[in-house]
């Protein structure tokens, strides 16, 4: 009944009802391969808690995901909406990171697990390469059929689904034959002059014909249970394991010929489906005409294939993480899962000392305690790793306190593996994971945990040039523009600036207000071309000039003349828009100078906002002795005058002009509100989704009414 753990209709347990479900979409849908996602409760993060038609060691890079990930499940989520991949092809261009760690043609939906409240998680499902391209009416009903009934279970219980370590692996169920048939069937392969074997979804031998025992030199007993490029010493090779990988993945046939010593070629033809692969060995020169050949498999990386898949998939993560911050969470969700570790510790190298950058999986106070231990320290091995270059591994406490006697009780973890960042013979830092049980690490797990080592040592070292970088952008964009707005009697001001996405460099956009004398002020704003600290740093120029010829009483006209000479001084390259206004609040008038700025936006009080036509010259940098007309107009109180940069009205696929009417009558809307609000609705018109491909800039100032009230 609702509300229970249970699910309606005495299913059993929350978990095997949502593999029931799961299992029904695979079939119902055709599809061959079929993952249940659920996110985290404390986490932005999706756990694989449920898989059809794969072997676990398969979704080992994809068994933990951020949100934020770019792959089909978390785009569905985030986007609410069923995510389609028709092809091999089209994974390469949407997800290249998944398209590498997952080299196979075949095509994929992703559909979310949309409750009443809340988004449980997401189902992806993969069918083989030869199916259409998009998906029919039919499968979209019954994949959004499938999500609603699995969130539906989900709202239903009166807990949180447990979630799993390891996925839990749920059957399809296959075709039954009577034992008659099976037997008959067994008789049949036995007298065919190929040999027979059968795998299933893991690679194991679960059947093989006496032919098959002798053309592979082995006998069948000695063969069952085992996997082919483990039993066999000539398969033991890569490059055959990837041949099974694609078979399993792309369910499409694939055909191999393989050597086996010392001069006997056999052919292996193979055939999966769901539940498992039929394999034909064929000795080289005979020919079979039916079934036909089977397509061949395309050329594999060499390494071991398990290891090497999740190496590449976290390769491909590295690369795209930015800043520090990206790589220790990168490192926390899906490298310490990878590995089963529990606690990370990222530190860089600097003046002889580990400074501590990142963690995850430990408390504050042991981090304070760890945080800038000398390189020569012996408190833990990080520093004699760094040292040496080589990456140190222990098994269990006792292993550690052999040489590092206070490091166990420490940390508090059980197991640890110590590994130095180097870069060209340059030590950068040392990342340790550890464990919360004893570990013994393994060959394989040394040696992959070694190569990933330098990705994580190169991704750090770009990571935090990167930050410094920003930070030095962030600060000489700080200090050049206003740290706060002056108070003027009469007159309400609010500015706000808004830099390009996410990797642009520091902008040009500039703006000021300047009380000149008790009844007057000037306000600027204005924008150097291009994103870079040489735009940043004339933007500060600019900005100084202006300020020095406003307060020294120069018309607006003369203010932008002057500055322009200013810039020929300087002999730059980049060209400046500006617009200068002088208010008079006595007089009620204001007066505009415009260096090749977008129009001011003036909305008098109880009237309806309009774009003021302010005669422009040219920009600042292209004429050292161009005019500046002046534009005088009244400024009553109660009004509200918008300055602003071309981010806010210039965006792609819009017409600038109307872009602009439609902001005026946006600020025609604003009556009683305050002025950061209103910046606020003025932005969101303009950039409802946040997304910008340009600086922004807003600057807002109202003349107070008579009364004293708001205009």
Known sequence: MPGSNEPPGGAGSLDDALGAVLADTVRGTGASIGGLYLIEEAEPVLRLVALCGLPVAFSAPWQRLPLTAPVPVADAIRDDALICVGSQDEMARRYPRAAAVLPYPFALA?????????????????????RPRRITPREHGHITSSARRVARLLDEA???????????????DAAHHPVQTGLAAADYLERLPEGALALDLEGRITFATATAARLLGRRAD????????????????????DHYRTAVVSRAPVSFTVLRPPDQWLTFQLYPDTSGISVRVVPGGEQTEDPPPPVAARPPAAAPTGRLYQLVHLAAALTETVTVRDLVTLIAQQILPAFGAQGLVLSAAEAGRLKIIGYHGYPADVMERLDTLSLDTGLTPAGQVLASGAPAFFADPAEMAGNYPRAPQISGKQAWAFLPLIISGRPVGCCILSYDRPHAFTADERAVLTSLSGLIAQALDRARLYDAKQRLVHELQRALLPRALPRLPGLDVAARYLPAGHGVEVGGDFFDVLRLD?????????????????????????????HAHATAGAAPGQVLARTNRLLADLDSELLVSCLYAHLDLARHQAAFASAGHVPPL????????????????????????????????????????????????????????????????RLGTGDGHDLERLIDRLVRHTTPTGQHADDITVLLLRTARPDGGPA
């Open 110 to 130: 992703a559909v979310p697990l949309s409750g009443v409240r809340r988004c449980w998680g997401g189902i992806v499902l993969m069918w083989p390469a030869m």
């Open 158 to 172: 009166s807990r949180p689904p447990t979630l799993p370590e390891q996925p839990r692996v749920v059957p399809v």
């Open 222 to 241: 000695r063969l069952l249970g085992t996997r082919p490029w483990q039993s066999l010493a000539w398969l033991d090779d890569p490059v055959h394991e």
């Open 518 to 546: 008790d009844t007057t002020a000037a306000a600027v704003i204005g924008d150097v071309e291009g994103h870079s600290v040489a735009a940043a740093a004339l933007m500060g120029q600019v900005r100084t000039a202006i």
């Open 602 to 665: 003036l909305r008098p009080a109880h009237a309806a906002a309009g774009v003021l036509d302010v005669e422009p010259g040219p920009l600042l940098g292209i004429d050292t002795g161009a005019h500046y007309p002046v534009t005088t107009t009244p400024l009553l109180p109660g009004s509200t005058l918008a300055l602003y940069t071309d981010g806010l009205v210039e965006l792609p696929g819009t017409d600038a002009t109307r872009a602009t009417s439609d902001l005026a009558g």
